[in-house]
């Protein structure tokens, strides 16, 4: 098994990127992908047929399958995250198990609808793609051991997180954030919105979501920081202001916290299209 590559796309509405990840195509022998979509309205084809695009799903395509994704409304712009692999063993793969591995895939191809995992597996595909860009063996590993892991608890039933009863709150709270990433938002304006306590809403939060909501919210920029950064010719800069921060060193500050490298050695190491290379990428603010 190897990764062949691993992507992150958000709001799919760049005509140019409208027309790369929209176009109807198949992988060859050997080669599996998922899409997990988190947000946004349109419709994939997959293996002959259509389905709406639902947040929180996951689809399975096989070699050979014809697939497209299709964004139908650029106020609702498509986000979701593609993971592409290849199942076989080789002399450069780090895990092994073909057999095994094709089995589970083949059953989970056999359901023939996407499976809903929910949006709060957004975090583990953005490690995923991190891990799987690492140069360094140790992360690769993880990263496939990782992908292994998920596979089997979605075989296994449990993919899906564990979410308390009282979640309606939770499931607000995440929409309104969702659609505030490209701009300002705080803990305040939140509770006023879904009419709880700060106290309150904090600890039901964490329950559900493993962290605090303002720490998720700021991992929300992030993840949409590196879409952008991997896959468009915006300046940093540009993606700074564009996600809200004050200025271009409080966002690559904010960014290689999580990310552990600066925007501008994260855009060299994933950037997913050559044709965009080019001075604008070298912009990096001095300490």
Known sequence: MRFEDVVFVYHLRDERQIAWHGRLHSHPEGQYELHYFISGSGSFRNRGTVH????????????????????????????????????RDDDSS???GEEELLELLAKLIAQRSPVSVGTAQRF?????????????????????????????????????????????????ALAIMQGSIEGELDLVAICDRIQLSREHF??????????????YY???????????????????QEIAYKLGYENQFNFARAFKRESRMTPTEYRTTCLQRPDFVGPAFTDEPRP
């Open 52 to 87: 709406t695009i639902e947040p929180g799903t996951l689809h399975v395509t096989a070699p050979g399958e014809l697939h497209q994704v299709s964004a139908t409304d650029s106020k609702k712009p498509v986000t979701y995250y593609a993971v592409l692999f290849d199942a």
């Open 94 to 96: 780090l895990v092994a």
């Open 124 to 172: 583990f595909f953005a490690d995923l793609l991190e891990k799987s860009h690492s140069d360094k063996r140790e992360l690769v590993l993880a990263a496939y051991h990782g992908l292994l892991a998920f596979l089997y608890s979605l075989e296994g039933g449990q993919a899906a997180p564990r979410a308390p009863s009282d979640n309606t709150h939770v499931e607000k």
């Open 202 to 215: 904090v600890r039901l939060f964490s329950e559900r979501m493993g962290m605090p909501p303002m720490r």
């Open 218 to 236: 700021s991992r929300l920029k992030i993840e949409a920081a590196r879409a952008m950064l991997s896959s468009t010719n915006l300046r940093v």
